[in-house]
């Protein structure tokens, strides 16, 4: 009987440290968030954009002969407005979808309320007259993630002088909120995570295509929104001789994918993805790089054969067009913004679940992505990409 009583008092402070855990991160949940600062000299602005190909249906909607849409997202090099205040992180139509969509643990626990997260991009700024054209990047975020989570990156790029965008897709991103307010989940069938092994990545292949497709319409209209912007904003703004494209995860493996069929790719950047398609076979001929995470912790079985097919690719590339990095204790989901519980970081850090600082490997990334593009695109010395003595952890490989 004694050991009964025991157990249970055992169990009723057990329960009550996880509710008192769980109560402080919720404390924790209604903090500001100030995202990292962008290190370029340009003010940013951000202006949205819905865009439907009337040309083509979306293959991954249902029902089918639906037509493809996307929702962009463009940061730009902006004219300084010091009275200006920083746009909303995530505009509330999509807070209030998110939340209903993901639940009380992930919105109001694990991470900071999105209503509180600064951001540094003014909503539809003018374009800085400093110059009269800026470089074009296309980012793709990691699987279904929102292209939102990638503002720090986002911001840091445009800063230097690039016009970075991003986009959103029905039926594959996790949730998509039209202009008419129509929310649109992804669909079930096109969610890898439900699957495993070959099924699994004959997915993510497909979800990569279609991916691609969308990169390539994307293009086909930034040109048209150069040619004929009705707000004036972008007309002739865009420089779309030096077009760069960069990914996270599935967003790296399509990166990659586009790059190898669409010429007007002139440089490009996978982050920890894993390449997949015909690029693996047959490689690109743009100048590339590889930055990745630390998975020296992972199973061999798992690592080798995505290690192999990056080499293939890159041990082709001239060694004057490639790069390859890896950032030591870096994780693979810390690419996005520092939006997670600090608190829960802290903790996870201390068990050595996490061992690089979120904000860190976002400084390093941002670091690395502007100079590759400088040097690609706007013709930096090449002796810019060689070892930083900011960053003396990251590892370069051969």
Same mark, same amino acid.
């Given at each position: 009987m004694r050991v009964i009583k025991i157990a249970g008092l055992l169990a009723v402070f057990v329960i009550a440290g996880i509710a008192a855990f769980l109560g402080i991160l919720w404390l924790d949940h209604t903090r500001q968030t100030i995202l990292p600062e962008p290190t370029g000299p340009f003010a940013v602005g951000?202006?949205?954009?819905?865009?439907?190909?009337?040309?083509?249906?979306?293959? !991954?909607? /249902?029902?089918?002969?639906?037509? %493809?849409?996307?929702?962009?997202?463009?940061?730009?090099?902006?004219?300084?407005?010091?009275?200006?205040?920083?746009?909303? #992180?995530?505009?509330?139509?999509?807070?209030? /979808?998110?939340a209903s969509h993901t639940g009380v643990l992930f919105t109001q626990i694990l991470t900071r309320d999105l209503s509180r997260v600064r951001t540094y991009s003014i909503r539809d700024a003018a374009v800085s007259p400093e110059q009269p054209a800026y470089p074009v990047i296309l980012m793709r975020a990691g699987l279904a993630a929102l292209t939102t989570d990638y503002s720090s990156l986002a911001e840091d790029l445009a800063s230097h002088g690039y016009i970075v965008v991003g986009f959103d897709a029905p039926y594959r991103t996790f949730v998509v909120v039209l202009p008419d307010g129509t929310v649109i989940a992804r669909a079930p069938q096109n969610n890898a995570d439900l699957?495993?092994?070959?099924?699994?990545?004959?997915?993510? /292949?497909?979800?990569?295509?279609a991916w691609s497709a969308?990169?390539?319409?994307?293009?086909?209209?930034?040109?048209?929104?150069?040619?004929?912007?009705?707000?004036?904003?972008? !007309?002739g703004r865009l420089d779309m001789q030096r077009v760069g494209v960069f990914g996270h995860s599935l967003g790296g493996a399509t990166t990659l994918q586009f790059c190898h069929h669409d010429s007007r790719c002139k440089a490009g950047i996978d982050l920890d993805g894993a390449p997949l398609g015909s690029v693996v076979s047959e490689g690109v001929t743009q100048p590339f790089m590889f930055l990745l995470s630390d998975h020296q912790r992972e199973p061999e079985s798992?690592? %080798?054969?995505?290690?192999?097919?990056?080499?293939?690719? #890159?041990?082709?590339?001239?060694?004057?067009?490639?790069? #390859?990095? %890896?950032?030591?204790?870096?994780?693979? #989901?810390?690419?996005?913004?520092?939006?997670?519980?600090?608190?829960l970081m802290r903790v996870l850090r201390t068990l050595g679940i996490v061992r690089l600082d979120g904000r860190r490997q976002i400084a390093i990334t941002a670091h690395y992505i502007s100079t590759f593009f400088d040097v690609y695109l706007k013709q930096a010395p090449a002796s810019n990409l060689q070892r930083q003595p900011d960053y003396p952890e990251v590892e370069y490989i051969q």
């Amino acid at each position: 009987m004694r050991v009964i009583k025991i157990a249970g008092l055992l169990a009723v402070f057990v329960i009550a440290g996880i509710a008192a855990f769980l109560g402080i991160l919720w404390l924790d949940h209604t903090r500001q968030t100030i995202l990292p600062e962008p290190t370029g000299p340009f003010a940013v602005g951000r202006s949205t954009f819905a865009w439907t190909d009337t040309a083509h249906t979306d293959p !991954l909607a /249902t029902p089918p002969g639906t037509k %493809r849409e996307l929702l962009a997202w463009i940061w730009y090099p902006a004219k300084p407005q010091p009275s200006s205040q920083p746009d909303d #992180y995530l505009p509330v139509p999509w807070r209030s /979808t998110l939340a209903s969509h993901t639940g009380v643990l992930f919105t109001q626990i694990l991470t900071r309320d999105l209503s509180r997260v600064r951001t540094y991009s003014i909503r539809d700024a003018a374009v800085s007259p400093e110059q009269p054209a800026y470089p074009v990047i296309l980012m793709r975020a990691g699987l279904a993630a929102l292209t939102t989570d990638y503002s720090s990156l986002a911001e840091d790029l445009a800063s230097h002088g690039y016009i970075v965008v991003g986009f959103d897709a029905p039926y594959r991103t996790f949730v998509v909120v039209l202009p008419d307010g129509t929310v649109i989940a992804r669909a079930p069938q096109n969610n890898a995570d439900l699957f495993s092994g070959p099924e699994q990545e004959q997915l993510a /292949t497909k979800l990569v295509q279609a991916w691609s497709a969308d990169m390539g319409f994307a293009l086909d209209q930034l040109g048209r929104l150069n040619a004929s912007d009705s707000s004036g904003r972008f !007309l002739g703004r865009l420089d779309m001789q030096r077009v760069g494209v960069f990914g996270h995860s599935l967003g790296g493996a399509t990166t990659l994918q586009f790059c190898h069929h669409d010429s007007r790719c002139k440089a490009g950047i996978d982050l920890d993805g894993a390449p997949l398609g015909s690029v693996v076979s047959e490689g690109v001929t743009q100048p590339f790089m590889f930055l990745l995470s630390d998975h020296q912790r992972e199973p061999e079985s798992e690592t %080798r054969p995505i290690e192999a097919r990056i080499r293939s690719i #890159y041990d082709r590339l001239p060694a004057d067009r490639r790069l #390859y990095v %890896r950032i030591p204790g870096a994780g693979h #989901y810390l690419f996005s913004d520092p939006v997670r519980s600090p608190l829960l970081m802290r903790v996870l850090r201390t068990l050595g679940i996490v061992r690089l600082d979120g904000r860190r490997q976002i400084a390093i990334t941002a670091h690395y992505i502007s100079t590759f593009f400088d040097v690609y695109l706007k013709q930096a010395p090449a002796s810019n990409l060689q070892r930083q003595p900011d960053y003396p952890e990251v590892e370069y490989i051969q």
